[in-house]
């Protein structure tokens, strides 16, 4: 079975090469409104450009994943801060589609956790589909609306999950058809584990974004592994790319939920075992906090397993 591998958004191989930069609104008041838009355009145009550097560094070392940065444009959903983030970077939008397009990568999405469809609050749901209205709208100006997903986790539990599971199905009416096709739900490391997301997927139609150190954190006794996966897979069904897995490992004992540095081997051994034997391509992103630097590190480190065959800089066969 064929794995690819990807990393979230900033290349720690490149200097000086985040596409995460930012403004914050106390900053932006304190400027004139000439300035205000001149900063907001320049950082902007920065995160873009870095963006394209990173694209660039992952063609070279054939990495087909890649998850943009949620905060390419700064103070976008700011309530109080109205500009067009769109009209004056459509030539560099439209570079970095066409990247993405003709080496066939694949993109995503992964707002904050403050974008929940769970709240009683009518407040945090529009604000919910504003920040996906926003992150859409940088899809469908890099032509990548109808291939690049969304991911989201279902939200808080506010003390009483059923009630939160049914408020999320009716908030989520709120979110335009086009956006939602585009969506994909995570497993907690807290809140709700992989069976009751699964749950929530599979009502919605929602492929899941299956993290397994999520998992390994957050799940009950009754929720094995190799009962789970085939589910996992089930919801990608009608997807035109195989399924995805978020691929981390523990700090530590003490840290467990955090993120390491590096992907430990024998911590995702009892996953790689049971996807062997289901035998289904799957795309692995790294969100170790060495980024692009984990990944390489992880793909040699699998490629050293005996009977594995390396297929590329990112990809093997297990």
């Given at each position: 079975m064929?794995?690819?591998?990807?990393?979230?958004?900033?290349?720690?191989?490149?200097?000086?090469?985040?596409?995460?930069?930012?403004?914050?609104?106390?900053?932006?008041?304190?400027?004139?409104?000439?300035?205000?838009?001149?900063?907001?355009?320049?950082?902007?145009?920065?995160?873009?450009?870095?963006?394209?550097?990173?694209?660039?560094?992952?063609?070279?070392?054939?990495?087909?994943?890649?998850?943009?940065?949620?905060?390419?444009?700064?103070?976008?959903?700011?309530?109080?801060?109205?500009?067009?983030?769109?009209?004056?970077?459509?030539?560099?939008?439209?570079?970095?589609?066409?990247?993405?397009?003709?080496?066939?990568?694949?993109?995503?999405f992964h707002p904050n956790q403050f974008t929940l469809f769970t709240s009683d609050k009518p407040h945090v749901t529009e604000n919910a589909v504003k920040d996906m209205e926003y992150h859409y709208a940088l899809l469908e100006a890099m032509d990548l609306e109808k291939e690049g997903h969304i991911n989201l986790h279902v939200g808080g539990a506010y003390g009483d999950k059923k009630a939160a599971v049914s408020r999320f199905h009716d908030n989520l009416k709120q979110l335009p058809v086009p956006i939602k096709k585009q969506m994909t739900l995570e497993n907690d490391d807290k809140t709700y584990t992989t069976s009751e997301t699964l749950d929530v997927c599979e009502k919605e139609r929602i492929p899941l974004m299956f993290d397994y150190h999520h998992y390994m954190a957050n799940h009950q006794q009754e929720e094995k592994l190799d009962e789970l996966l085939p589910r996992f897979f089930d919801t990608w069904k009608e997807m035109k790319v195989p399924p995805k897995i978020h691929i981390s490992s523990p700090k530590s004992e003490n840290a467990y939920r955090s993120h390491a540095d590096y992907v430990n081997l024998d911590f995702i051994q009892p996953l790689l075992k049971t996807l062997k034997t289901l035998g289904e391509p799957v795309d692995f992103m790294i969100e170790a906090k060495a980024k692009d630097q984990a990944l390489l590190q992880l793909v040699e480190d699998i490629s050293n397993i005996r009977g594995v065959k390396r297929l590329g800089g990112a990809m093997v066969n297990l």
């Open positions: 064929r794995i690819r591998f990807g990393y979230v958004s900033h290349a720690l191989s490149l200097w000086e090469a985040t596409p995460a930069r930012t403004m914050t609104y106390a900053r932006y008041k304190k400027l004139d409104n000439d300035d205000r838009i001149s900063q907001l355009k320049k950082i902007t145009e920065i995160n873009l450009r870095n963006t394209l550097r990173a694209l660039h560094f992952n063609i070279a070392h054939e990495i087909h994943l890649y998850r943009f940065s949620s905060s390419l444009v700064p103070l976008a959903t700011h309530e109080e801060v109205q500009w067009d983030y769109i009209t004056p970077f459509k030539s560099l939008y439209q570079e970095i589609g066409e990247l993405v397009q003709t080496h066939q990568m694949r993109t995503s």
